[in-house]
């Protein structure tokens, strides 16, 4: 369109242009032939003195008469055209005059639409700068589009990859509530050593688990925290990483609580194995006076009261092999009788 306008303004100019052209050769003409009918009128005034001259000095000649006449007619006639050539040149100045109106119209007009070409030139500039920035800018909405969707996509997948790693944890969470109810079920009991080492095992593996799916929640938490700082300014993603904050700050209150049930757990392990070392030497103790006691029973009457030797202290049967020496040299091992003498009996 703006092109269609500046060739109309320039075949505007083009036609006032060429009429102005044709206006001036016309004054211009016209000013010639305006000349030449002054100097012929000044030759005819010429002529016309001469003949008044010559009528003064030969007014009774009958042939000068005649031709001062015929030269009078001659003047009346050239004022005749003199008056119709000053007439055209009256016409011809006043259309000189117009032409001359015309022309600086025509240069004021032409100015306009200099001015109007510059004005257009300058504004097909700024559109054609506007265009181009809007390409770029397109451009870089597109890109920043399909970033957009590439964060979307990969906040979906942090999204799934943490509903999996709380879906683990709450079931490593129900294991250990397990594990918790069931050694809850064997404090009434009493805990042997194996039992309290598979216990301790078992613990160590729930911590071992905690402890791997602390550092892959650690590393969520690293990584959503990139994704926070990398998508501050998308508004569409705050509200997601207040539910990932919430969550998060749910995950830690449940793990601090499961790490103050898991010191509690080891504080009452710790009292179990007290309790289990207490029953042990309460066993050992209850053993070796049992021991005492058979000894004691089984001495001979007629024996020293050292005979027997000391009541030396051992834990289980290999205290008692242990302690054979101090026995008497004809008590059974088995039943603990005394024998005076020995005889082979069938």
Request: hydrophobic share 35%.
């Amino acid at each position: 369109m703006i092109a269609s306008r500046l060739d109309n303004e320039e075949a505007t100019v083009s036609q006032l242009l060429q009429s102005l052209r044709n206006k001036t050769q016309k004054g211009e003409r016209l000013q010639a032939e305006l000349q030449a009918y002054a100097a012929r009128m000044k030759e005819l005034e010429e002529t016309k003195v001469n003949v008044e001259e010559i009528s003064t000095q030969t007014a009774q000649l009958e042939s000068t008469e005649g031709k001062e006449e015929k030269a009078a007619s001659e003047v009346e006639n050239l004022k005749s055209q003199m008056m119709t050539l000053f007439k055209e040149l009256q016409q011809a100045q006043s259309k000189l005059d117009e032409a001359e109106g015309m022309k600086k119209n025509l240069q004021d007009r032409c100015r306009e639409v200099e001015q109007d070409v510059a004005t257009l030139k300058s504004q097909l500039v700024e559109k054609q700068a506007v265009q181009a920035e809007n390409e770029r800018l397109k451009l870089q909405l597109g890109s920043m589009q399909a970033q957009v969707a590439l964060e979307q996509r990969k906040a979906e997948e942090e999204r799934k990859n943490l509903a999996q790693l709380k879906d683990a944890y709450t079931k490593l969470f129900e294991d250990y509530n397990e594990l918790k109810e069931e050694k809850k079920k064997r404090e009434a009991q009493l805990v042997e050593k194996e039992q309290v080492e598979e216990l301790q095992q078992r613990l160590a593996a729930a911590e071992e688990a905690l402890a791997v799916k602390q550092s892959k929640i650690d590393e969520m938490k690293q990584d959503m925290f990139q994704k926070e700082k990398e998508l501050e300014t998308i508004s569409v993603f705050q509200a997601q990483a207040e539910v990932y904050s919430s969550d998060f700050y749910a995950e830690r209150a449940a793990r601090e609580k499961l790490h103050e049930e898991k010191e509690r757990l080891a504080t009452q392990l710790e009292y179990i194995k007290k309790q289990n070392s207490q029953l042990q030497e309460e066993m050992d103790s209850l053993g070796r006076r049992s021991l005492n006691e058979m000894q004691r029973r089984h001495v001979a009457p007629g024996g020293s009261p050292h005979g027997a030797g000391p009541a030396l202290v051992g834990r289980g049967a290999a205290a008692d092999w242990q302690h054979q020496e101090n026995i008497p040299e004809h008590a059974c091992p088995n039943s603990g009788n005394i024998f005076k003498h020995l005889t082979i009996r069938r």
